[in-house]
């Protein structure tokens, strides 16, 4: 990590990004840069784009019927639709945790080495260790280290979803996308989400899509508004919380929709 | 304001905020006119008056503050709102402090209403006018959120500092022609400055609706350019 450098480079950038599912326009002419090492939060209501702009980071949006893209989306430089680029690898690079937890039905050990033993990882020290380090990473090790071949579907939920982000992070990702993460959770789990999400960002970029104004508020360096499949305003989060130049946006941050 | 929140509860809560407001500057506007009437018109009951309203300017202080808090913990306001807050936090402390300044006036009105009056007071009521405008354009700017009304206000108060320094020196020079004059003059001067306090707290107000309108602080030039 380059310790000088005022302004952080952009991880990754959209550039007039525009999505349709079928002919219906999800996301229109968004550039957007998401900078390195940093939270960039997505808000905006229902349908306004957040979430397909999520999962158009890591080319989720391929796998829905109908769906195609106008503009790009780059990470490091480079653009993620370029034919060379192999979409398993930008994926394994740019990770994601999902609004509801979704544990494998296997142990918790197994639900983490998951990913290593696809890419193909045997060696059996090798596994442990980076299943401890992502555990401890995801700020789960202490509380399940003594029961690693349990279930994984008898922990908590907050449990469940920092075992998904310890999924997400054994495959050592750059970035990693959060859609949701603690919407189902009690506000405990979510103040252990939004800790783990303030380490994190010092070795990962981090971009989360929230419902919760007050948690975009307080986890993200960055927030962006999202209206009606447009990119209304980016700015740093207290501004946008504060003192936002978009009419729009101060109708929403006080909640003067609908 | 053309939106309105679509919980109909913090909109109420708002507006009561703003009405609260708006009744306790009134409150204070009245008692700068009375307490400087009760000396230029020698009439101590009406000073008697201003020194017992002052409860309720305290009272709406407290009100203010409490629901400022209730709001800031059930709420969690945003932007323009967040504003809203903070400035009646931090306004309605100028407002009660002006109510003070009020009071002391009209404690100095009942003493110099016992002794003839020290010569026709012509400056001190038009002081007090002036202050009086003040406090009453920071808080329409306020209400309406007009920065540009406040810009004025702090414009405003080169007029009142040279009225105060005119007093002054009148005051100083019969201190001078005459110790017996000294009592008297003395009162007068405390008035007067109790009277250009009151202007400044009038432009804390004013600096305070500048930053709530256009989310930017305009206090302390100076010592920002040092930082």
New interface residues.
Partial sequence: MPLSSATPRNKMEARELTLRYGSKVAIKQVSLAIPEHKVTALIGPSGCGKSTFLRSLNRMNDLIPGANHDGSVFLDGRSIHDRSLDVVDLRRRVGMVFQKSNPFPKSIFENVAYGLRVGGLKDKAKLAARVEKSLRGAALWDEVKDRLEESALGLSGGQQQRLCIARALAIEPEVLLMDEPASALDPIATAKIEELIHELKATYTIAIVTHNMQQAARVSDRTAFFYMGELVECGPTEQIFTNPHEKRTEDYVTGKFG | MA?????KA?EQDLRNLREKLLAMGAKVETLIAQSTRALTERDSALAEQVVGADREVNRLEVDIDDLCRRILALR????????LITTALKIVTDLERIGDLAVNIAERAMDLNQVPPLAPYVDTPKLAELAQQQVKKALDAFVSGDAAKAEDVLKGDDLLDALFLKIFNELLAYMMEDSRNIRRATALMFIAKHLERIGDHALNVAEMVIYMVR??DVRHPRSRDLE
């Fill in positions: 939106a309105t929140h679509t919980d913090f969690q306001p945003a932007a323009s709102d967040l504003r989310g930017k």
